[in-house]
């Protein structure tokens, strides 16, 4: 397995693997890897001849608020758990790699895809990902990109500019890994006591309840946000920063669940911040 810190050697990696008619997958990733990651690891290894995965904490999508220095860093682990997957190459630049000096120019998504949902709370964030996301497709040449759908917005932001830009790798989402107790897997779960950690349980809670529920045939969307908002009352230590219910991928207001659906939400637990969501698909 390859360790590539610069982009000149990355883009000369992918080059030859194009030149030999290799069909290349990239997972990016900021590191700290769970089952969650793995699993998209996997779904590349499947798809494709070569998987690169890239581990960058990226500064540009954090607010000068949150926690960029606090965020886990586990490169040595995350080096080890790749091996095992059989990855061919792992891409971790500095950030003045990926941000040399002079740097000046970001991919923005307009509209409502960037401002709802996480983009209320943190204005800057989907800029950020937008422009290392795109650095990390034309820096791999990749064909083919996995997404977990844990952060189903980001999907469908970068479906929107992949397709904007005229983006060549195609984008797959996959479904969100969880603890048995329900939890999806994240990397700020490290952040999380042992107490908080079975109190954040009512968020997946919430969620499967007004699943059960919309499969039972309620499909109105106030409704099936309150049955997640009263799972979350149920826990003194939870703040909720949104709860929403939005057509997917457009991320379009919806009274009702007609089409593919997104019901999403953020909390506050001490002093993380955890999000999860479910997809409704009606007659599924
Ligand atoms: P991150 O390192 O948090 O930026 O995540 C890198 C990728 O892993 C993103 O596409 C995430 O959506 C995905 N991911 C994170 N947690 C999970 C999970 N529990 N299940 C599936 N994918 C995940």
Redesign the pocket.
Request: proline share 7%.
């Given at each position: 397995m390859k360790i590539f810190t610069t982009v000149k050697d990355m883009k000369n990696f992918s080059r030859e693997c194009h030149c030999a008619g290799k069909i290349i997958g990239l997972?990016?990733?900021?590191?700290?890897l769970?089952e969650?990651?793995l699993?998209?690891v996997k779904a590349s290894k499947e798809k494709c001849d070569v998987t690169i995965v890239s581990v960058f904490v990226n500064p540009t999508q954090f607010a000068p608020n949150e926690d960029f220095d606090a965020y886990p860093r586990t490169f040595e682990k995350d080096v080890a758990k790749l091996k095992l997957l059989g990855v061919d190459a792992i891409f971790h630049p500095s950030p003045e790699e990926m941000y040399p000096a002079g740097f000046s120019t970001y991919v923005n998504v307009e509209g409502g895809l960037t401002k709802k949902l996480c983009g209320a709370s943190r204005p800057t964030h989907f800029r950020g990902v937008a422009t290392v996301v795109t650095k990390l497709m034309n820096i791999t040449q990749a064909d083919e990109s996995?997404?977990?759908?844990?952060?189903a917005q980001?999907v469908a932001v970068v479906k929107r500019f992949v397709t904007d830009l005229n983006l060549s790798p195609k984008v797959n989402m996959?479904?969100?890994?969880?603890e048995e107790s329900g939890l999806?897997?994240?990397?700020r779960n490290a952040y999380l006591t042992s107490e908080e950690k079975i109190s954040a349980l009512a968020l997946s809670r919430g969620l499967k309840k007004a699943e059960a529920t919309f499969f039972a045939g309620e499909k109105n969307s106030a409704a099936l946000k309150k049955i997640v908002a009263d799972e979350l009352a149920t826990e003194p230590s939870i703040s909720a920063d949104y709860i929403e219910l939005l057509k997917y991928p457009s991320l379009e207001e919806t009274e009702f669940v007609e089409g593919e659906s997104l019901l999403a939400a953020a909390i506050f637990i001490g002093k993380t911040r955890l999000i999860d969501n479910i997809i409704l698909t009606p007659n599924s």
């Open positions: 997972v990016p990733t900021m590191g700290a769970h969650g990651h699993s998209l996995f997404f977990g759908q844990k952060d980001q996959l479904p969100i890994v969880r999806a897997l994240s990397s």
